[in-house]
Protein backbone atom coordinates (compact mmCIF):
# COMPACT_ATOMS: atom_id res chain seq x y z
CA UNK A 1 0.00 0.00 0.00
CA UNK A 2 1.66 3.54 -0.88
CA UNK A 3 2.25 5.74 1.61
CA UNK A 4 0.81 9.51 1.95
CA UNK A 5 2.22 12.34 3.32
CA UNK A 6 -0.02 15.42 4.22
CA UNK A 7 1.60 18.51 5.26
CA UNK A 8 -0.68 21.07 7.20
CA UNK A 9 -3.07 18.15 8.75
CA UNK A 10 -3.99 20.93 11.30
CA UNK A 11 -5.71 22.95 9.18
CA UNK A 12 -9.05 23.37 7.48
CA UNK A 13 -8.52 21.44 4.45
CA UNK A 14 -6.29 18.76 6.29
CA UNK A 15 -8.15 17.93 8.83
CA UNK A 16 -11.08 16.21 6.80
CA UNK A 17 -8.60 15.18 3.98
CA UNK A 18 -6.39 13.59 6.29
CA UNK A 19 -9.70 11.49 7.63
CA UNK A 20 -10.97 10.71 4.14
CA UNK A 21 -7.79 8.91 3.00
CA UNK A 22 -7.74 7.13 6.34
CA UNK A 23 -11.06 5.82 5.67
CA UNK A 24 -9.85 4.86 1.89
CA UNK A 25 -6.33 3.46 2.27
CA UNK A 26 -6.17 2.43 6.23
CA UNK A 27 -4.19 5.20 8.88
CA UNK A 28 -1.30 3.71 9.15
CA UNK A 29 -0.68 4.84 5.31
CA UNK A 30 -1.53 8.48 6.00
CA UNK A 31 0.90 10.50 7.77
CA UNK A 32 -0.61 13.28 8.97
CA UNK A 33 2.08 16.41 9.52
CA UNK A 34 2.20 19.96 10.73
CA UNK A 35 4.01 22.85 13.24
CA UNK A 36 1.22 22.15 15.61
CA UNK A 37 -1.08 19.24 16.91
CA UNK A 38 -4.00 18.45 15.19
CA UNK A 39 -6.86 20.52 16.79
CA UNK A 40 -9.57 18.29 15.76
CA UNK A 41 -9.82 13.84 16.25
CA UNK A 42 -8.13 12.49 13.20
CA UNK A 43 -8.65 8.90 14.00
CA UNK A 44 -6.02 6.62 14.73
CA UNK A 45 -2.54 6.70 12.74
CA UNK A 46 0.91 8.47 12.55
CA UNK A 47 1.40 12.55 12.84
CA UNK A 48 4.80 14.05 12.67
CA UNK A 49 5.70 17.37 13.82
CA UNK A 50 7.09 19.07 10.34
CA UNK A 51 8.11 22.45 9.52
CA UNK A 52 7.64 22.74 5.64
CA UNK A 53 10.74 25.21 5.58
CA UNK A 54 12.65 22.53 6.73
CA UNK A 55 13.91 20.17 4.23
CA UNK A 56 15.79 18.19 5.97
CA UNK A 57 12.90 17.33 8.39
CA UNK A 58 10.99 16.88 5.42
CA UNK A 59 13.36 14.71 3.64
CA UNK A 60 13.88 12.71 7.02
CA UNK A 61 9.99 12.12 7.68
CA UNK A 62 9.68 11.13 3.97
CA UNK A 63 12.32 8.43 4.33
CA UNK A 64 10.65 7.08 7.55
CA UNK A 65 7.90 6.42 6.44
CA UNK A 66 8.41 5.69 2.46
CA UNK A 67 6.15 7.98 1.45
CA UNK A 68 4.93 8.22 -2.25
CA UNK A 69 2.84 11.02 -2.25
CA UNK A 70 2.35 14.34 -0.73
CA UNK A 71 -0.52 16.62 -0.17
CA UNK A 72 1.16 20.15 0.66
CA UNK A 73 -1.25 21.85 2.21
CA UNK A 74 0.60 24.25 4.63
CA UNK A 75 0.27 28.15 3.25
CA UNK A 76 -0.76 31.31 4.38
CA UNK A 77 -3.93 32.22 3.28
CA UNK A 78 -5.56 35.45 1.92
CA UNK A 79 -6.12 37.88 4.54
CA UNK A 80 -3.48 36.58 6.64
CA UNK A 81 -0.98 36.72 4.15
CA UNK A 82 -1.90 40.56 3.64
CA UNK A 83 -0.40 41.09 7.21
CA UNK A 84 2.85 39.19 6.90
CA UNK A 85 3.48 39.31 3.17
CA UNK A 86 7.64 38.33 3.33
CA UNK A 87 6.57 35.51 5.47
CA UNK A 88 3.40 34.47 3.54
CA UNK A 89 5.89 34.54 -0.10
CA UNK A 90 8.67 32.04 1.76
CA UNK A 91 6.23 29.67 3.48
CA UNK A 92 3.86 29.61 0.29
CA UNK A 93 6.89 29.62 -2.26
CA UNK A 94 10.05 27.36 -0.45
CA UNK A 95 7.24 24.90 0.93
CA UNK A 96 6.68 24.27 -3.35
CA UNK A 97 10.01 24.27 -4.40
CA UNK A 98 10.69 21.83 -1.30
CA UNK A 99 8.14 19.10 -2.36
CA UNK A 100 8.48 19.49 -5.85
CA UNK A 101 12.45 19.06 -5.81
CA UNK A 102 12.05 15.69 -3.97
CA UNK A 103 9.72 14.52 -6.98
CA UNK A 104 12.41 15.83 -9.31
CA UNK A 105 14.87 13.73 -7.38
CA UNK A 106 12.43 10.93 -7.97
CA UNK A 107 12.28 10.54 -4.50
CA UNK A 108 8.38 10.87 -4.45
CA UNK A 109 6.15 9.66 -7.20
CA UNK A 110 3.18 12.40 -6.92
CA UNK A 111 1.83 15.48 -5.42
CA UNK A 112 -1.05 17.37 -4.48
CA UNK A 113 -0.52 21.45 -4.51
CA UNK A 114 -3.93 23.50 -3.87
CA UNK A 115 -4.31 26.68 -5.77
CA UNK A 116 -6.79 29.26 -5.32
CA UNK A 117 -9.29 31.69 -7.50
CA UNK A 118 -6.41 34.34 -5.82
CA UNK A 119 -4.73 33.79 -9.00
CA UNK A 120 -7.46 35.92 -10.44
CA UNK A 121 -7.32 39.56 -10.13
CA UNK A 122 -9.48 42.63 -11.11
CA UNK A 123 -8.96 42.76 -14.71
CA UNK A 124 -10.22 38.80 -14.73
CA UNK A 125 -13.59 38.21 -16.38
CA UNK A 126 -15.68 37.87 -13.12
CA UNK A 127 -19.22 35.77 -14.64
CA UNK A 128 -17.94 32.16 -15.65
CA UNK A 129 -14.30 32.85 -15.24
CA UNK A 130 -12.73 30.67 -17.67
CA UNK A 131 -9.98 28.10 -17.02
CA UNK A 132 -7.47 30.05 -19.33
CA UNK A 133 -7.78 33.68 -19.05
CA UNK A 134 -6.30 36.79 -17.56
CA UNK A 135 -4.94 36.59 -14.26
CA UNK A 136 -3.30 39.63 -12.62
CA UNK A 137 -3.77 38.98 -8.77
CA UNK A 138 -3.25 42.20 -6.30
CA UNK A 139 -2.69 40.17 -3.27
CA UNK A 140 0.50 38.40 -1.97
CA UNK A 141 -1.43 34.95 -1.81
CA UNK A 142 -2.82 35.11 -5.11
CA UNK A 143 0.67 36.27 -6.31
CA UNK A 144 2.11 33.32 -4.53
CA UNK A 145 -0.32 30.81 -6.19
CA UNK A 146 0.21 32.55 -9.77
CA UNK A 147 3.79 31.96 -9.36
CA UNK A 148 3.13 28.15 -7.82
CA UNK A 149 0.91 26.99 -10.84
CA UNK A 150 3.84 27.94 -13.31
CA UNK A 151 6.46 26.15 -11.39
CA UNK A 152 4.41 23.21 -11.34
CA UNK A 153 3.50 23.28 -14.82
CA UNK A 154 7.07 24.11 -15.39
CA UNK A 155 8.85 20.94 -13.06
CA UNK A 156 5.78 18.71 -15.04
CA UNK A 157 7.09 19.80 -18.42
CA UNK A 158 10.78 20.20 -17.81
CA UNK A 159 11.58 17.23 -15.36
CA UNK A 160 8.00 15.04 -16.17
CA UNK A 161 6.70 15.55 -12.36
CA UNK A 162 3.45 14.31 -11.53
CA UNK A 163 2.21 17.60 -10.14
CA UNK A 164 -1.66 17.98 -9.39
CA UNK A 165 -3.54 21.19 -8.75
CA UNK A 166 -7.18 22.38 -8.00
CA UNK A 167 -7.48 26.20 -7.54
CA UNK A 168 -10.43 26.08 -4.32
CA UNK A 169 -13.09 28.52 -3.84
CA UNK A 170 -13.73 29.14 -0.77
CA UNK A 171 -14.51 26.56 1.58
CA UNK A 172 -16.92 25.69 4.23
CA UNK A 173 -16.92 22.81 6.77
CA UNK A 174 -18.34 22.32 10.39
CA UNK A 175 -15.43 19.77 11.25
CA UNK A 176 -12.72 22.68 11.82
CA UNK A 177 -12.63 26.45 11.95
CA UNK A 178 -11.59 28.75 8.85
CA UNK A 179 -7.91 29.63 8.55
CA UNK A 180 -7.60 33.44 7.59
CA UNK A 181 -9.13 33.44 4.42
CA UNK A 182 -11.40 36.24 2.82
CA UNK A 183 -14.25 33.47 2.71
CA UNK A 184 -14.57 32.80 6.31
CA UNK A 185 -17.18 34.73 6.61
CA UNK A 186 -19.86 31.84 5.37
CA UNK A 187 -18.30 29.75 7.93
CA UNK A 188 -18.05 32.21 10.56
CA UNK A 189 -21.86 33.06 10.08
CA UNK A 190 -23.25 29.76 10.91
CA UNK A 191 -21.26 29.74 14.31
CA UNK A 192 -23.68 33.41 15.22
CA UNK A 193 -26.75 31.66 13.68
CA UNK A 194 -26.88 29.08 16.20
CA UNK A 195 -26.08 31.01 19.10
CA UNK A 196 -28.68 33.13 17.55
CA UNK A 197 -26.11 36.68 18.01
CA UNK A 198 -25.97 39.12 15.29
CA UNK A 199 -23.55 38.82 12.70
CA UNK A 200 -21.03 41.72 11.72
CA UNK A 201 -19.93 40.72 8.04
CA UNK A 202 -17.09 41.91 6.69
CA UNK A 203 -18.38 41.82 2.98
CA UNK A 204 -20.99 43.74 1.44
CA UNK A 205 -24.23 42.15 0.99
CA UNK A 206 -23.89 41.67 -2.47
CA UNK A 207 -20.36 40.22 -3.03
CA UNK A 208 -20.72 37.26 -4.91
CA UNK A 209 -18.04 34.83 -4.22
CA UNK A 210 -17.65 30.97 -6.02
CA UNK A 211 -18.13 28.94 -2.40
CA UNK A 212 -17.85 25.11 -2.23
CA UNK A 213 -19.15 22.56 0.77
CA UNK A 214 -15.75 20.44 2.37
CA UNK A 215 -17.30 17.26 1.17
CA UNK A 216 -16.95 18.16 -2.27
CA UNK A 217 -13.31 20.03 -2.18
CA UNK A 218 -11.74 16.84 -0.70
CA UNK A 219 -13.64 14.69 -3.14
CA UNK A 220 -12.50 16.43 -5.62
CA UNK A 221 -8.91 16.66 -4.72
CA UNK A 222 -8.99 12.62 -4.55
CA UNK A 223 -11.05 12.33 -7.52
CA UNK A 224 -8.16 14.12 -9.49
CA UNK A 225 -5.10 12.52 -7.74
CA UNK A 226 -6.51 9.60 -8.33
CA UNK A 227 -7.51 9.79 -12.50
CA UNK A 228 -5.13 8.50 -14.35
CA UNK A 229 -2.03 10.45 -15.50
CA UNK A 230 -3.12 10.76 -19.26
CA UNK A 231 -6.09 12.20 -18.29
CA UNK A 232 -4.59 15.20 -16.00
CA UNK A 233 -4.08 17.42 -19.29
CA UNK A 234 -3.32 20.73 -17.09
CA UNK A 235 -0.63 20.65 -14.83
CA UNK A 236 -0.92 24.33 -13.30
CA UNK A 237 -4.16 24.07 -11.87
CA UNK A 238 -7.50 23.70 -12.78
CA UNK A 239 -10.85 25.49 -12.02
CA UNK A 240 -13.25 23.87 -9.52
CA UNK A 241 -16.89 25.09 -9.32
CA UNK A 242 -19.31 24.76 -6.78
CA UNK A 243 -21.37 27.11 -5.46
CA UNK A 244 -21.61 30.85 -5.99
CA UNK A 245 -23.51 33.43 -3.22
CA UNK A 246 -23.21 36.70 -1.65
CA UNK A 247 -23.59 37.59 1.90
CA UNK A 248 -27.03 38.67 1.70
CA UNK A 249 -28.24 34.93 0.06
CA UNK A 250 -26.69 33.20 2.36
CA UNK A 251 -28.45 35.11 5.29
CA UNK A 252 -31.33 34.67 3.76
CA UNK A 253 -31.07 30.49 3.54
CA UNK A 254 -30.20 30.67 7.31
CA UNK A 255 -33.25 32.74 8.26
CA UNK A 256 -35.52 29.99 6.69
CA UNK A 257 -34.21 27.76 10.04
CA UNK A 258 -32.82 31.04 12.06
CA UNK A 259 -35.71 33.23 11.74
CA UNK A 260 -34.76 36.27 14.79
CA UNK A 261 -31.40 36.18 13.37
CA UNK A 262 -29.93 39.51 12.31
CA UNK A 263 -26.87 40.93 10.32
CA UNK A 264 -24.86 43.80 9.44
CA UNK A 265 -22.24 45.15 7.01
CA UNK A 266 -19.27 47.05 7.68
CA UNK A 267 -16.79 46.17 5.24
CA UNK A 268 -12.95 46.01 6.01
CA UNK A 269 -9.92 45.00 4.03
CA UNK A 270 -11.03 42.28 2.67
CA UNK A 271 -13.95 43.54 1.07
CA UNK A 272 -11.12 44.82 -1.66
CA UNK A 273 -9.91 41.28 -2.02
CA UNK A 274 -13.22 40.07 -2.46
CA UNK A 275 -14.00 42.71 -5.33
CA UNK A 276 -10.87 41.25 -7.27
CA UNK A 277 -11.50 37.98 -7.05
CA UNK A 278 -14.64 36.38 -9.35
CA UNK A 279 -18.30 36.00 -8.48
CA UNK A 280 -18.57 32.16 -10.54
CA UNK A 281 -15.84 29.66 -12.53
CA UNK A 282 -16.52 27.48 -15.27
CA UNK A 283 -14.65 24.53 -14.81
CA UNK A 284 -15.70 22.57 -17.72
CA UNK A 285 -11.86 21.39 -18.07
CA UNK A 286 -12.46 19.47 -15.00
CA UNK A 287 -15.66 18.22 -15.71
CA UNK A 288 -14.27 16.87 -19.16
CA UNK A 289 -10.60 15.75 -18.46
CA UNK A 290 -11.42 13.88 -14.84
CA UNK A 291 -15.44 13.67 -14.35
CA UNK A 292 -15.62 16.63 -11.80
CA UNK A 293 -19.61 17.56 -11.02
CA UNK A 294 -20.28 19.26 -7.59
CA UNK A 295 -23.25 17.62 -5.60
CA UNK A 296 -24.05 20.18 -3.07
CA UNK A 297 -26.52 23.50 -3.55
CA UNK A 298 -26.79 26.27 -0.75
CA UNK A 299 -30.04 24.90 0.91
CA UNK A 300 -28.52 21.67 1.38
CA UNK A 301 -25.19 23.32 2.73
CA UNK A 302 -26.95 25.37 5.37
CA UNK A 303 -29.22 23.01 6.12
CA UNK A 304 -25.81 20.27 7.03
CA UNK A 305 -24.31 23.42 8.74
CA UNK A 306 -26.95 25.17 11.09
CA UNK A 307 -27.50 20.90 11.69
CA UNK A 308 -23.72 20.14 12.45
CA UNK A 309 -22.07 23.08 13.86
CA UNK A 310 -21.48 23.76 17.36
CA UNK A 311 -22.06 27.38 18.94
Not at 35 to 62: M, N, S, W
Not at 122 to 130: F, I, L, Q, R, Y
Not at 258 to 281: K, L, T
Request: aromatic share 10%; glycine share 6%; hydrophobic share 40%.
Amino acid sequence: MKKILVVGSSGQIGTELVIELRKRYGNDSVIASDVQPPKAQLGDGPFETLDILDKDRLHEVILKHQVKEVYLLAALLSATAEKNPAFAWKLNMDGLFHVLDLAKAKIIDKIFWPSSIAVFGPTTPKVNTPQFTIMEPSTVYGISKQAGERWCEYYAKKHGVDVRSIRYPGLISYTSPPGGGTTDYAVDIFYYAKRNEKYTCFLKENTPLPMMYMEDAIRATIDLMEAPAEKVKIRSSYNISGISFTPKEIYEQIKKSVPDFQIEYVPDFRQAIADSWPGSIDDTEAAKDWGWKAKYNLSALAQIMLEHIQA
